[in-house]
């Protein structure tokens, strides 16, 4: 399957500073991207898909203007965290999903977030 | 995304087998059915995926009812490394977004 690298895989950042959160295809040439945030004993939340070269779609309730996506290459896609508060503190999983009628995902090792 | 339904937790053994249930009774025919597994303060990693024939691959294998209605994810042979929550998930049809539920956290004894 694919593999998917995220940067950093730990940040601290003071509140209403940005953050970029970086996540690599390092094998496979991604066209559409999916970022989820998970707060802690919770499950996976589904935020935004990234599609390369265009906009990105954003979940109900995802604000687009604090969180910040691009999808400029097929192997590249961050995420800016934008004034962050401590209530974005959260970890921030990437993934990748193969074409075809499976839609398996390959997702990253996770980007812990600490807002103080 | 149709709807599963996993236990909350499972023990076992190492060494044993461990099987995981998924019930998603409202599956449609075009419906695959995906298993991942999430370790502590990991990003999830897929585990196994089928549509109607049992699979297997070198981490699990997968065995799917025949009216579809419900899955058993089989681990083997548990090891303490394949402690995690794993997640029983069908992606919609059209659709390439994975809708996670709280999944099934498995407990491990050494």
């Known amino acids: 399957g694919a593999v998917v690298s995220q940067h950093p895989s730990w940040v601290i950042c003071k509140s209403g500073t940005s953050v970029k959160i970086e996540c690599r295809s390092l094998d496979f040439q991604a066209t559409t991207m999916f970022w989820y945030r998970q707060f802690p004993k919770q499950s996976l939340m589904l935020m935004a898909t990234?599609?390369?070269?265009?906009?990105?779609?954003?979940e109900q309730g995802v604000e687009k203007d604090k969180f910040l996506i691009n999808h400029a290459s097929l192997t590249l896609s961050t995420l800016t965290v934008t004034s962050a508060h401590p209530e974005d503190s959260s970890f921030y999983i990437c993934s990748t999903s193969e074409e075809g009628t499976s839609r398996t995902q390959f997702f990253g090792p996770g980007t812990r977030l600490t807002v103080l | 995304d149709a709807k599963t339904t996993q236990p909350n937790s499972m023990e076992s053994n190492e060494e044993e087998p461990v099987h995981l249930p998924c019930n998603h009774s409202?599956?449609?025919?075009?419906?695959?059915i995906h298993w991942y597994r999430q370790l502590p303060s990991q990003g999830p990693e897929y585990v196994i995926h089928g549509l109607t024939s049992n699979v297997n691959n070198r981490m699990a294998s997968l065995a799917i009812a025949e009216d579809r209605k419900s899955s058993t994810l089989i681990l083997h042979r548990a090891t303490l490394r394949d402690a995690a929550v794993y997640y029983c998930i069908l992606p919609g049809a059209g659709s390439y977004q994975l809708t996670f539920g709280k999944g099934t956290k498995l407990s491990v004894i050494p």
């Open positions: 409202t599956i449609s025919g075009t419906d695959y």
């Open positions: 990234s599609n390369e070269g265009s906009k990105a779609t954003y």
